[in-house]
Every structure is written in structure tokens, then in C-alpha cells.
């Protein structure tokens, strides 16, 4: 049995698949990874992320991680990462903090 790798020679791209609310990674053309997302018009969640354990230590959960954040960005919507990967990956990237949504309550009394 083979152990499948991401080479230097792999070609690694992350997608977004709008009509399934994730985005994927792909090895190869092979999807080895994904981030589920619900997208408001106010903000983005990332319930949920993984990454086939035969492609665990890659880098990949960190590209999809960039990636998504990334679109959030370009979109201008705050990130509520529920997600415990994608929150810890916020949390050890100083550059995306910005991102993380912040509850302001509309209510007035």
C-alpha cells in the first residue's frame, strides 16, 4: 500500500464549492479536505474543517485555513470560527485576529 504524499511535484488548490457551503482542498485533483462555512450577509462561520489523515503534517489545514480567511477578507465579513482548528489557527496568526467577529448587541434600553 502506498502512502499518498503532497509532493513538490503535487499540485495543492483550495476551492470554493459554493452550491455544498465549504470549500475544499485538493491534492492532485483529489479532494483531501474541507471547511464548512455558513455565510450571511454579516459575518461567516466555520463550524467545521479537516484533512484526510494520510495528508495530516502537509500544511494543507493551514492553506485551507488561509484560504478561507482570506475569502472572508476580500469579502468583508467578520470570521465566528466555532471551528477549534480554524480559532486556533486565528489565534497563532496575529495578521488575522482582525477578522474575528465581535458581538455588538443592537438592543437599547
Known amino acids: 500500500m502506498t502512502t499518498p504524499t503532497a509532493s513538490d511535484r503535487s499540485q495543492v488548490e483550495v476551492v470554493d464549492v459554493p452550491?455544498?457551503?465549504r470549500f475544499e482542498v485538493r491534492v492532485d485533483g483529489r479532494t483531501v479536505g474541507l471547511a464548512d462555512y455558513l455565510r450571511t450577509r454579516e459575518l461567516v462561520v466555520y463550524p467545521h474543517t479537516e484533512v484526510d489523515e494520510a495528508y495530516n503534517g502537509m500544511g494543507l489545514g493551514s492553506a485551507l485555513a488561509r484560504a478561507v480567511l482570506d475569502d472572508a477578507r476580500e469579502r468583508g465579513l467578520p470570521v465566528l470560527a466555532?471551528?477549534?482548528?480554524?480559532?486556533?489557527w486565528m489565534?497563532?496568526?496575529?495578521?488575522?485576529?482582525?477578522?474575528?467577529?465581535?458581538?455588538?448587541s443592537r438592543v437599547a434600553d
Open 19 to 21: 452550491e455544498s457551503s
Open 82 to 88: 466555532t471551528c477549534p482548528f480554524i480559532a486556533g
Open 91 to 104: 489565534a497563532r496568526h496575529p495578521e488575522y485576529r482582525d477578522l474575528a467577529y465581535q458581538n455588538r
